[in-house]
């Protein structure tokens, strides 16, 4: 088997283009492939354009989510405070009064309680006051004690202190003593 060597001669003018790729068929193509260029460049910087611009729109649209929230946590008990002002303002009125009797003293307590659980419930707090023999709920009853009573194990003997929910969401467990198992 015999080895060949193509050679070049650097004077003969088609072995160099047919090195550099630029024969005649090349320059022949030449012409067409500009325009085909300069569309994919312009395709090209108008793509560029719109990466850069769907880039900068959502970084925007994450700057304003953020900035919404952070006014949502700063003012997300605006309502609420709003909502006690008025008992606030029962209060300082009571105490205004320098001769009041027992019985208005009790009268501007009782219009305070249903001003506060007014307030309460329009924002969403709700009393947690299980009945005597209700099942106890470990979610919304927190267990004092259990008592050996003559009703059903596990249910409500009595409670102690009322509990409170937002939204479905326990504030404070209801404090309950529990009937015992027999």
Not at 38 to 46: M, P, S
Not at 106 to 121: C, K, N, P, S
Request: net charge negative; charged share 25%.
């Amino acid at each position: 088997m015999r080895l060949t060597s193509l050679s070049m001669n650097a004077n003969d003018p088609t072995s160099a283009e047919a090195a550099n790729g630029a024969g005649p068929a090349a320059a022949a193509n030449e012409p067409t492939s500009q325009p085909a260029q300069a569309d994919l460049e312009a395709r090209h910087a108008e793509l560029s354009d719109a990466y850069l611009r769907a880039k900068a729109e959502a970084e925007n649209t994450r700057r304003r989510a953020e900035e919404e929230m952070a006014k949502a946590r700063k003012f997300a008990v605006e309502s609420f405070a709003e909502s006690l002002l008025p008992v606030r303002d029962s209060l300082e009125a009571a105490i205004a009064i320098p001769a009041a009797t027992p019985e208005q003293l009790l009268e501007g307590v009782h219009a305070t309680l249903r001003q506060l659980t007014t307030a309460l419930e329009r924002n969403r707090v709700v009393e947690v006051n299980p009945p005597a023999g209700a099942k106890f709920d470990p979610h919304q009853h927190q267990a004092i004690s259990v008592v050996p009573a003559d009703q059903e194990p596990n249910t409500v003997v009595a409670v102690l202190q009322k509990g409170y929910t937002i939204a479905d969401r326990v504030l404070r467990p209801a404090l309950v003593t529990v009937s015992a198992s027999s």
